[in-house]
């Protein structure tokens, strides 16, 4: 009997623990990402970027439109990527105070324009469930993670205007 209910709880705990580890990724998200939601970037092309990341080498491939696009950053959570040299995307997976099509997570895309040279904005986020279907509202997002994507909007630089722009 006794072993009986050790079995019983390691099988348990063996389930718990595995289904623990298999969390969501922004790597496994971009990989499966509709080529609509970012048209610069084909499937092959979200492939070839995470390859190169994961093998230490430049992570830069030719893009949709004949461009140079480069991922800079790859962790579980963050992807950064220069999509050409007047735009850059900072991808982020966060997670939210209510759950979403079952999910406690939700995907959140930061269009930024312009270089250090430049005028620099980003583009109020744009949400997705974790199955790439926009959200029609802002999520609620955990303190921790509203604050992290704070940090990644830039507001715009008026100082970076060409005086012409102004004039």
């Known amino acids: 009997m006794m072993k009986r209910l050790f079995f019983s709880f390691l099988v348990t705990f063996s389930t718990l623990a595995a289904v623990a580890t298999d969390s969501v990724t922004i790597k496994a998200l971009f990989k499966e990402m509709p080529d609509s939601v970012i048209p610069y970037l084909s499937k ?22 004949g461009g140079k696009s480069l991922m800079t950053a790859l962790t579980n959570d963050y992807i950064n990527i220069r999509l050409n040299a007047a735009c850059q995307l900072d991808i982020l997976l966060l997670s939210t105070t209510q759950t979403t099509d079952n999910q406690s997570y939700i995907i959140a895309i930061v269009r930024t324009v312009g270089n250090e040279n430049d005028v620099i904005e980003s583009e109020s986020p744009q949400f997705y469930t974790v199955d790439w279907k926009p959200l029609t509202a802002d999520p609620l997002l955990t303190d921790t993670d509203r604050k992290r994507l704070e940090s990644y909007l830039k507001p715009l630089k008026i100082s970076k205007f060409p005086n012409k722009a102004i004039n």
Do not use: P, Q, V
């Open 44 to 65: 092959n092309n979200r492939l070839d970027l995470i390859d190169f990341m994961e093998s230490n080498m430049k992570a830069e491939i030719t893009n949709a439109f």
